[in-house]
Nanobody, 116 residues
Framework: QVQLVESGGGLVQPGGSLRLSCAASGLTFSSYAMAWSRQYPGKERELIAS????????TYIDSVKGRFTISRDNAKNTVYLQMNNLKPEDTAVYSC?????????WGQGTRVTVSS
């Protein structure tokens, strides 16, 4: 059974940093591209960063480029999202996704609130 468990969310002031983690189990982790998404209330999930199975290639949407960094540790079956210079508009529920051409798995999400 595949499980993705996110952690690291919370309340942070504008300009602050958080590091999200997503621990995966039940799959051959290095065979899966991983991604982080965020979801605003009443909106669809939006993919914001992705990383290939080897970790050699990363992609970001423009609004987080230069502030967020996705990385992975295949020995620990974990993907990370380092978020710096957080803004109130980054407030959302962040979820991780494991994907191949044939299947996707999602975690339950962790809430990030950026507020003074």
């Amino acid at each position: 059974q595949v499980q993705l468990v996110e952690s690291g969310g919370g309340l942070v002031q504008p300009g602050g940093s958080l590091r999200l983690s997503c621990a995966a189990s039940g799959l051959t982790f290095s065979s899966y591209a991983m991604a982080w998404s965020r979801q605003y209330p009443g909106k669809e999930r939006e993919l914001i960063a992705s990383i290939t199975g080897s970790g050699s290639t990363t992609t970001y949407i423009d609004s987080v480029k230069g502030r967020f960094t996705i990385s992975r540790d295949n020995a620990k079956n974990t993907v990370y999202l380092q978020m710096n210079n957080l803004k109130p508009e980054d407030t959302a529920v962040y979820s991780c996704k494991a994907g191949t051409r044939f299947e996707d798995y999602w975690g339950q999400g962790t809430r990030v609130t950026v507020s003074s």
